[in-house]
């Protein structure tokens, strides 16, 4: 049970745009910094989103971060075949005095 | 440019030890913490703990303190992972990546790798 929730999956076709949520708490979104990272199979997690909505460079700006209050989301536009992977937010949890992870979505291009 | 490099898998039985190293390159190794993520078979992401490579202070994820240690090697830009006392529930892909605080702002990863726990 992740502290940060997420949907399972998601899914697409090409050229649509597609949002992910980031579910959390006060003591973790609501007062903290939220990363997305993009993870294609059998590779390591790749950053996408740094500090709720900046990308770092290199990431198409397809790929768009948000916050509000205790939910964080993820967009994506104009979905491309590539995009299909597992994403996962995390961010700082003041409680456990640590960083979570949510439990990861995995998209699908139809 | 900056790279993580780890060593290769290893297969330990329940109860044995394992130590992974991490070598970073490309980058003032003292300047960024080096954390810790492991990743289950077809699972998410945990955090297993971090370090500060400058004065070697870390901090780990409450449920594998007192298993988990982690230190560093400034002479080699080395971080070192070691988790003992492993059971079934460890074997995981184990990943070190860079931040620049204390917190999940990871811009570069290693390669990860695979601790399998079997007897």
């Known amino acids: 049970q992740s502290v940060l929730t997420q949907p399972p999956s998601a899914s697409g076709t090409p050229g649509q745009r597609v949002t992910i949520s980031c579910s959390g708490s006060?003591?973790?979104?609501?007062?903290?910094?939220v990363y997305w990272y993009q993870q294609l199979p059998g590779t390591a997690p790749k950053p996408l989103i740094y500090?709720?909505?900046h990308r770092p460079s290199g990431v198409p700006d397809r790929f768009s971060g948000s916050k509000s209050g205790t939910s964080a989301s993820l967009a994506i536009s104009g979905l491309r075949s590539e995009d299909e992977a597992d994403y996962y937010c995390?961010?700082?949890?003041?409680?456990?005095?640590?960083?979570?992870f949510g439990g990861g979505t995995k998209l699908t291009v139809l | 440019q900056v790279q993580l490099v780890q060593s290769g898998a290893e297969v330990k039985k329940p109860g044995a030890s394992v130590k992974v190293s991490c070598k970073a390159s490309?980058?003032?190794?003292?300047?960024?913490?080096i954390h810790w993520v492991r990743q289950a078979p077809g699972q998410g992401l945990e955090w297993v703990g971090r370090?500060?490579?400058?004065?070697?202070?870390?901090s780990y994820a409450q449920r594998l303190q007192g298993r988990v240690t982690m230190t560093r090697d400034t002479s080699t830009s080395t971080v070192y992972m070691e988790l003992s006392s492993l059971r079934s529930e460890d074997t995981a892909i184990y990943y070190c990546?860079?931040?620049?605080?204390?917190?999940?702002?990871?811009?570069?990863w290693g390669q990860g790798t695979l601790v399998t726990v079997s007897s």
């Open positions: 990546a860079r931040s620049p605080t204390v917190t999940t702002e990871n811009d570069y």
């Open positions: 490309g980058y003032t190794f003292t300047n960024f913490y």
């Open positions: 370090i500060n490579p400058s004065g070697g202070g870390t």
């Open positions: 006060r003591s973790n979104i609501g007062g903290n910094s």
């Open positions: 500090r709720d909505n």
């Open positions: 995390a961010t700082w949890d003041d409680t456990l005095s640590g960083p979570v």
